[in-house]
T-cell receptor, first 113, second 112 residues
Framework: DGGITQSPKYLFRKEGQNVTLSCEQNLNHDAMYWYRQDPGQGLRLIYYSQIVNDFQKGDIAEGYSVSREKKESFPLTVTSAQKNPTAFYLC????????????FGNGTRLTVT | GENVEQHPSTLSVQEGDSAVIKCTYSDSASNYFPWYKQELGKGPQLIIDIRSNVGEKKDQRIAVTLNKTAKHFSLHITETQPEDSAVYFCAASYSSASKIIFGSGTRLSIRP
């Protein structure tokens, strides 16, 4: 089955530590995205990548970093500079064409204490 | 900046009745309007989408309508069932997913 796998499902970290969230897709999609979801809010775009070795900042990129060394993988690092890192993080992928629908993973819930 | 407003934030309907969720968008350049359903502990899944060259689209019990002049679009679910209980997100975009703006979501509960 094709899809997007995010791991782990739950992640706990102490304040001041960097943490990396994994996202892998086997849909052969060129574009991949990271969103943050907070209670009662829509999804906010953190970073996106439309091709290997290239990525762009989204609306709330501060305190996050990404890499795109392989088409299938788009890991997100939440750094200690992110002031409010506790949230539900969603990875998505899409074909590169105009208005291609997003395919989401099942998310990682990060708790920082 | 661009904005998508979604109402209501919560909705409770009797099983078998219809549910309607409404969204408005601010960017007149938007030409693609997807709807996503998110079940507890999972990622959103696309359930239906509409492009700006049509006014209505239907898929079994789900339909979406679009009024470009008023910049409104709505999701209609008929004959609701318990498995329809979830959070629904509307969105609007033009050209690419990096330009997509999501509404704040509607938590739909189906009463037995």
């Amino acid at each position: 089955d094709g899809g997007i796998t995010q791991s782990p499902k739950y992640l706990f970290r102490k304040e001041g530590q960097n943490v990396t969230l994994s996202c892998e897709q086997n849909l052969n999609h060129d574009a991949m995205y990271w969103y943050r979801q907070d209670p009662g809010q829509g999804l906010r775009l953190i970073y996106y990548s439309q091709i290997v070795n290239d990525f762009q900042k989204g609306d709330i990129a501060e305190g996050y970093s990404v890499s795109r060394e392989k088409k299938e993988s788009f890991p997100l690092t939440v750094t200690s500079a992110q002031k409010n890192p506790t949230a539900f993080y969603l990875c998505a992928s899409a074909d590169r064409g105009n208005n291609s629908p997003l395919h989401f993973g099942n998310g990682t819930r990060l708790t920082v204490t | 900046g661009e904005n998508v407003e979604q109402h209501p934030s919560t909705l409770s309907v009797q099983e078998g009745d219809s549910a309607v969720i409404k969204c408005t968008y601010s960017d007149s350049a938007s030409n693609y309007f997807p709807w996503y359903k998110q079940e507890l502990g999972k990622g959103p899944q696309l359930i239906i989408d509409i492009r700006s060259n049509v006014g209505e689209k239907k898929d079994q019990r789900i339909a979406v309508t679009l009024n470009k002049t008023a910049k409104h679009f709505s999701l209609h679910i008929t004959e609701t069932q318990p498995e329809d209980s979830a959070v629904y997100f509307c969105a609007a975009s033009y050209s690419s997913a990096s330009k997509i703006i999501f509404g704040s979501g509607t938590r739909l509960s189906i009463r037995p």
